[in-house]
């Protein structure tokens, strides 16, 4: 059995308090991952190791033991063929991103999905309902950037010659002489694990407080981006749907509303969102946004949202936005230099000390 791990750090509900990601939770067919605390809790006995809130937790904090996600991409791409099965290669066909679906077919000329378990599965349907979802966004994309080949469903049923009946858990400890005594003890407590029916918290502490700072491409955009080079340049760049691109955005952003709070770019876990040293600008880049809606999430003023519209240029030739630019001036207060929206003189923690003071006085009402 897989084991499901969660690396605290790296989801995007620990960057924030206020963040409403539920992708993993709502993407899971058996019910193991609930969200009743600030990261997500695990109950490993439900789990059925489909790897499907791998493909879609977009900072990639979740992962399986078993399956590594760009392992497998550059496996198949190196392979003949292009069927991707649970009888074969993947654990379930849930297990591979948009991203990783549009980079692979347009690697292989064409993509087949087997399909041809899933009436007998017990998660089969609820796996295709999304599946069906996300081969339709992805041949929507690869035909607005002009790739002939397309990702199907089709019954394949492959069969690799070896049973395909799941082996009991107690064949786990009729084997357990034949190992070695460190691999032997891993293996049980992974079982122990699994046996667990209970939903296990993650926890936050100090030794994650550096990693949580930390900013970090994904490995499958990383992948999609080596995809995208090895493609020709489309006729022309279309602007196409943003709802139907589940991966990453472009931002628009109400310079009325911005109150330069840099809460925006200080949280975007990809540096998609940035200034400078001074805190004049936010800049934006389309190519490393991942949709997590952090920074969405955190604006309390509503300035930043999403466009309607993605333009597909950004993928071939990636450029820097510039969303809002401020006066930088010195605070007729402290004299430390901010970032002054709508005229405003003093800084935001001498406003905050003034607001404090007319509290104290009396004279806030």
């Known amino acids: 059995m897989s084991l499901l791990e969660l690396s605290p750090a790296r989801c995007v509900r620990a960057l924030s308090v206020n963040s409403h990601c539920t992708l993993c939770a709502d993407s899971c067919p058996t019910d193991a991952i609930i969200l009743k605390e600030r990261l997500p809790s695990i109950n490993q006995s439900l789990c059925v190791g489909c790897s499907g809130c ?44 948009s991203e990783h679906l549009i980079s692979l077919c347009s690697l292989k000329q064409g993509l087949v999905l087997d399909s041809g378990y899933c009436s007998s599965c017990e998660i089969g349907e609820k796996i295709l309902e999304i599946m069906e979802e996300k081969i339709q966004s992805a041949n929507y994309l690869l035909e607005a950037i002009e790739v002939e080949s397309r990702i199907v469903c089709e019954a394949v049923r492959y069969r690799n010659g070896e049973t395909a009946e799941p082996k009991d858990r107690r064949d786990f400890f009729k084997t357990f002489h034949l190992r070695g005594i460190a691999k032997a003890k891993h293996d049980f407590e992974k079982e122990i694990r699994n046996t667990t029916d209970e939903f296990v918290e993650t926890s936050m502490d100090s030794a994650h407080t550096q990693e949580l700072r930390t900013k970090k491409i994904t490995d499958r955009r990383k992948l999609f981006f080596t995809a995208l080079k090895r493609l020709e340049k489309p006729s022309q760049f279309h602007v196409v749907d943003a709802n139907m691109i589940a991966f990453t955005s472009q931002k628009i952003m109400d310079e009325a509303k911005c109150t330069a709070c840099q809460m925006c770019y200080r949280i975007c876990p990809t540096a998609a969102l940035t200034s400078d040293m001074r805190n004049s600008k936010i800049d934006f880049d389309p190519f490393l946004c991942v949709k997590c809606h952090l920074c969405h999430d955190v604006c309390a003023s509503d300035a930043i949202s999403l466009s309607t519209s993605y333009n597909l240029k950004e993928w071939f030739e990636p450029k820097v936005q510039n969303l809002v630019t401020y006066l930088v001036r010195r605070c007729d207060e402290c004299d430390a230099l901010f970032s002054s929206v709508g005229g405003i003189k003093i800084c935001r923690r001498c406003q905050l000390e003034e607001e404090e003071a007319l509290e104290l006085w009396g004279l806030n009402k």
């Open 54 to 97: 791998v493909s879609v937790c977009p900072s990639e904090a979740l992962v399986l033991d078993d399956f590594n996600p760009t392992e497998f991409f550059f496996s198949f791409a190196s392979e003949e063929g292009n069927l991707v099965s649970c009888q074969k290669n993947v654990p379930c066909i849930a297990a591979l991103s």
